[in-house]
């Protein structure tokens, strides 16, 4: 199996994979534009990148690609959809790099609360302005909201409460239960936060619903000289609202991840929200520690040897969670060649779809059960040529999905 590092990857990653067995090809410096070349030069089954894009063109470029891995959490960076599309799996390592992009917002929340960077540049010009930055309000007591308590969002609200803040949170599937299990103040709505905080961090996943998720309702419902944090995806931010929120507001700003960031490791980046005067910024750095980093490659290993080995792939985002079918059929049949062969010919000639099977070997592997989960009903003529056109098969039986028509019926 031909493995394809496309973006920096830990050293035990890549000796891990050679030891499954796999032909590693390490290209970690390739750009974003030049990785379809890449691919259609190696052709290689897997491709592990970390934040690098995959376009259309790269997941179209390969003839062996079953599985692209990307080593972090986030997938935005990936056409998802494409990839779905040509039969790739796409998976993730979610929650390996949650301490490490927790211990950035913690980071970020100092400097705005210390603005140490603004107090290290002054140093460094020769400039001694104690009774300026003696001026901190400081963090113990203060109310922090967190939009997302995910594994990332629950690492920073442990921080904050050492910190001997109060936290107040909202995500989709929080419950109050939770909440007061997690110590946590129990929000309903990303405006809550806004309005019952001294400070809110942003740690929701990048998608269609929360585009502009702080926008300006939100930024306007925050308290004026308020912080806010943001180590998630720059499409989360409306960045022209935030802008003229530090402007008229005096908000303090810490972001990680910006909405226009360059493909590469370096380059050239001019963005008008890190100019303004109380916004701190930092390289979307949040997982870039070695031990987020040697924790994601251990993840990317288990996910390659598990594949090897089932063909199942862990953190998979692009199976679909239920299918369009309506029907199964359960075939049970000596374990002999041609029997699913017949069943599957029988079904296509009915214009039956297959969407998933299922197949289940007795104790001796002298016979299977085999379910079929099918898009329609088979006519009792198609399961009657099912049931006897094979000497080897035992039973057939047909139900609806979910039983909404009862208990299955045998043929």
């Not at 939100?218 to 935030?242: C, H, K, Q, W």
């Not at 402007?247 to 810490?254: D, I, P, Q």
Request: overall charge neutral; aromatic content about 4%; charged content about 20%.
């Amino acid at each position: 199996m031909k493995v394809l590092i496309a973006d920096k990857f830990e050293k035990v990653g890549v000796d891990g994979l050679k030891e499954l067995g796999c032909t590693v090809v390490s290209q970690p410096d390739v750009k974003a534009e030049a990785l379809p070349a890449l691919i259609r030069d190696t052709d290689p089954h897997i491709l592990i990148v970390r934040g690098k894009k995959v376009s259309a063109e790269a997941l179209k470029a390969g003839t062996a690609l079953t599985l692209v891995i990307r080593a972090g959490a986030g997938i935005d960076t990936i056409d998802v959809e494409t990839a779905s599309g040509l039969g790739v799996f796409v998976s993730n390592c979610p929650g390996k790099n949650s301490v490490a992009v927790a211990e950035l917002v913690l980071g970020l929340l100092l400097a705005c609360d210390r603005r140490i960077p603004d107090q290290t540049a002054d140093l460094r010009q020769g400039t001694w302005n104690k009774s300026e930055y003696s001026k901190a309000r400081g963090l113990f007591g203060r109310r922090l909201g967190i939009v997302g308590l995910g594994q990332i969002g629950r690492e920073v609200a442990a921080r904050a409460q050492a910190f001997g803040m109060r936290v107040i949170a909202w995500s989709r599937s929080l419950t109050q239960e939770e909440a007061d299990r997690l110590g946590v103040v129990y929000a309903q709505t990303p405006l809550d936060v806004a309005r019952l905080s001294d400070a809110v961090s942003i740690n929701c996943s990048a998608n269609a619903d929360t585009k502009h998720l702080v926008n300006a309702d939100f930024l306007a419902a925050m308290r004026p000289g308020a912080y806010l944090i943001n180590t998630s995806r720059g499409s989360v931010v409306d960045e022209v609202a935030l802008e003229r929120a530090v402007r008229e507001k005096g908000l303090r700003v810490g972001l990680d991840v910006f909405q226009n960031e360059p493909s590469g490791g370096t380059g050239g980046f001019t963005n008008a929200i890190v100019q303004a005067p109380g916004v701190y910024g930092t390289h979307h750095v949040g997982a870039s520690t070695e031990q987020a980093q040697v924790a994601i490659a251990h993840e990317v290993i288990r996910i390659v040897r598990t594949f090897q080995a089932t063909g199942e792939v862990p953190n998979v985002v692009n199976r679909l969670a239920r299918s369009s079918a309506t029907h199964v059929l359960s075939v049970r049949h000596r374990n002999r060649p041609g029997v699913l062969a017949h069943v599957f010919g029988v079904l296509a000639g009915g214009d039956i779809n297959v969407e998933e099977v299922e197949s289940i070997i007795y104790h001796g592997a002298q016979a299977t059960l085999v379910r079929i989960h099918l898009d329609g009903p088979p006519e009792a003529a198609a399961l009657e040529r099912i049931r006897t056109g094979n000497p080897d098969i035992i039973s057939v039986e047909l139900g609806e999905i979910d039983g909404r028509t009862g208990p299955y019926q045998r043929i």
